[in-house]
């Protein structure tokens, strides 16, 4: 399996900014692809972001236009770049990477304050 680390959660406010990063134990070029789901309280997992291994972006309706993914291939690290953050945002991001199997890190908490 492969071992992500997280880090650049925290808390903001309203329209700020904060940027993920998420770190794989693996060259990303032996994964299908790699991104970011969040989980609110009593919700279930939903998918933010994902890079695939041929360098494809796609998001979430709802953080289109203010969510930018990025990757590093020789640190096998994606970012997540987060801009005018909502309080609907506030969640925990949990990193993923998709194929052969699915992976996950230990999840970052993201705090948005109104």
């Known amino acids: 399996q492969v071992q992500l680390v997280e880090s650049g959660g925290g808390l903001v406010q309203a329209g700020g900014s904060l940027r993920l990063s998420c770190a794989a134990s693996?060259?990303?070029?032996?994964?299908?692809?790699m991104g970011w789901y969040r989980q609110a309280p009593g919700k279930q997992r939903d998918l933010v972001a994902q890079?695939?291994?041929?360098?494809?972006?796609n998001y979430a309706d709802s953080v289109k236009g203010r969510f930018t993914m990025s990757r590093d291939n020789a640190r096998n690290t994606v970012y997540l770049q987060m801009n005018s953050l909502k309080p609907e945002d506030t969640a925990v991001y949990y990193c993923?990477?998709?194929?052969?199997?699915?992976?996950w890190g230990q999840g970052t908490q993201v705090t948005v304050s109104p």
């Open positions: 890079i695939t291994r041929a360098g494809s972006t």
């Open positions: 993923f990477t998709r194929g052969p199997e699915l992976s």
């Open positions: 693996v060259s990303f070029f032996s994964i299908d692809a």
